[in-house]
Every structure is written in C-alpha cells, then in structure tokens.
C-alpha cells in the first residue's frame, strides 16, 4: 500500500509555462508534509513544510499547497534552472518518513 | 559550512563482505537517519536515531545495523552484503521539533556483486 504517491512521473515544460505537481499521501498522525528538490548525483535539498490543510508557503517560482489529502507544488514561469525532480515526503508517528518515487521536471529553453 | 558528510561516495564489494558507511554531521542535530533510493521506489527509511545510544527501525531495516555513540557520527553498517542491497544510500540529519526538515549528504553508491 502506497502511503505517498506523486504524479506524473516526469514533466516536461516550456520555459515560462506554469504547471503542478501533484502529492498524495493516505499516512494518518501527520506530522509535516515536506517538498525537496534532487539534482543527478546529489541528495535532496530542502524546500518547504507544511503543517495543516490550507497552509500555503512560496519561494521564488515555487508555491507548496497544502489539502487533507494532498499537496501541490505549483511552478510559476519555470526556467531551466529549475529542471530537477521534486520529492515529496510525509512525516507520521512522530519520527518516521515515508517519500514518494519522485516527478522529474524538465524545462526547456 | 554546515554539512552532511558520508564516506565513501562509492563502493564496490563482494557478497558477505562486511563494511561500513560512515556519516558525520556539524550541525549538532539530534535526529539522524539512513536512506536507500531505488528506481521507481523513491528513498525509503532504514533506520534513524532520535539522539545518542537511541534508535529504531526504519521501513527497510533487514541486513543493516546501525550504531549512534556520538551525537556527530550514525554509521551504516552491513555485516553480511547481499547483491538486493546495491543502492544509493542517503543519511540526513535534523533538528527535533514539531517536524524535521531534513539536511541530506551527498550519498554513497553501492554496488554488491
């Protein structure tokens, strides 16, 4: 049983064309909802928590949502630098993680 | 510079061959814990450690041990390499607080032949 899962896969944008990411998760005890972001050969890089259902936090092009069931990681206007995947993960029972497999985003010049 | 460090960055080991994966953090966290990353699955917990001399099973915590004597250091240690447990392998570290943003080490590439 999935306890998050992200859509779509993979993404493929136009420079300026805006878009979401989509995370799902079914985990009860949530204790946060984080969104990183993971370029080829690194480890993820910290983004965003969010706490409660209507929770909103921005940086730059990036905007986390947040609902009872999901969360949205709406990019505004990508660039290229923006191109990596995005993981969402989901903390519950205090100390534990469960992440979802991922979308890879691919913006184009 | 505030930093996860593991080493080493890449390994490649026979069956049954015991090794370690060490992990050092400067940030003086309380909350540590070890990741795989596998195609398709997405990163999924080993194990993790709320602070020295304490820690707990994460979601995949068969063929791996851990140890946390000191706040700094959580090595990765498997005793018996299986080929199922090549991977890319991730610690992290965090703050304890009402949610732990996780600051993650640049990963250790096995391979387990």
């Known amino acids: 049983e999935d306890q998050v899962t992200q859509s779509p896969e993979a993404l493929r944008l136009q420079e300026g064309e805006s878009s979401s990411l989509n995370c799902s998760y079914t985990v009860s005890g949530l204790r946060g909802l984080f969104w990183y972001r993971q370029d080829p050969g690194k480890g993820p890089e910290f983004l965003f928590t969010?706490?409660?259902a209507g929770e909103e936090k921005e940086k730059e092009r990036l905007k986390a949502t947040l609902t009872k069931k999901e969360s949205f990681l709406h990019i505004t206007a990508p660039k290229p630098e923006d191109s990596a995947t995005y993981l969402c993960?989901?903390?519950?029972?205090?100390?534990?993680?469960?992440f979802g497999s991922g979308t890879k985003l691919n913006v184009k010049p | 510079e505030a930093q996860v460090t593991q080493n080493p960055r890449y390994l490649i080991t026979v069956t049954g061959k015991k090794l370690t994966v060490t992990c050092s953090q400067n940030?003086?966290?309380?909350?540590m814990s070890w990741y795989r990353q596998d195609p398709g699955l997405g990163l999924r917990q080993i194990y993790y450690s709320m602070n020295v001399e304490v820690t707990d099973k994460g979601d995949v915590p068969e063929g791996y041990k851990v140890s946390r004597k000191e706040k700094r250091n959580f090595p990765l240690i498997l005793e018996s390499p299986s080929p199922n447990q090549t991977s890319l392998y991730f610690c992290?570290?965090?703050?304890?607080?009402?949610?732990?943003?996780?600051?993650f080490g640049p990963g250790t590439r096995l391979t387990v032949t």
């Open positions: 992290a570290s965090s703050f304890s607080g009402r949610a732990y943003e996780q600051y």
């Open positions: 993960a989901v903390q519950w029972n205090f100390n534990k993680f469960y």
């Open positions: 940030m003086n966290h309380e909350y």
């Open positions: 969010l706490y409660s």
